[in-house]
Nanobody
C-alpha cells in the first residue's frame, strides 16, 4: 500500500521560512508529476506548485518568487522551500504524486501556521 508522508510543517512568524518534505512509503512506479496543494477551512484546495519528471515547474501566482519546488523522481520525494511566509499562507499543505497512468496519490497533509 502506497502512502505519502509529509513533514516540515509548523508555526513560523511572518517573513520566516519552512521546508516541507514528502516521501512515499510504498513502491510507486513511474511517477511523472509531483506537486503541493493547500487548503484552509471553507475554501477549495488550491495548487501551490508542481514539477514534472522533465523538471518543468509551475506555481500559483500568490507564491511565485517566494516558494520553490524540487523533486527527486528516483526516490519519489518532493520538497517545497517556502520563504517570506505570510499569514495568508496558513493552511494544510498536502503533496500529490501522479503516475504515468494518471493515478494520483495523496498525503494526509501537514499544517503550516504563519503568525506572530
Amino acid at each position: 500500500q502506497v502512502q505519502l508522508v509529509e513533514s516540515g510543517g509548523g508555526l513560523v512568524q511572518p517573513g520566516g521560512s519552512l521546508r516541507l518534505s514528502c516521501l512515499s512509503s510504498g513502491t510507486v512506479f513511474s511517477i511523472s508529476n509531483m506537486g503541493w496543494y493547500r487548503q484552509t477551512p471553507g475554501k477549495l484546495r488550491e495548487m501551490v506548485a508542481t514539477i514534472t519528471y522533465t523538471g518543468a515547474t509551475g506555481y500559483a501566482d500568490s507564491v511565485k518568487g517566494r516558494f520553490t519546488i524540487s523533486g527527486d523522481f528516483t526516490k519519489n520525494a518532493v520538497y517545497l522551500q517556502m520563504s517570506d511566509l505570510r499569514p495568508d499562507d496558513t493552511a494544510v499543505y498536502s503533496c500529490r504524486m501522479i503516475n504515468q497512468y494518471g493515478v494520483p496519490y495523496w498525503g494526509e497533509g501537514t499544517l503550516v501556521t504563519v503568525s506572530s
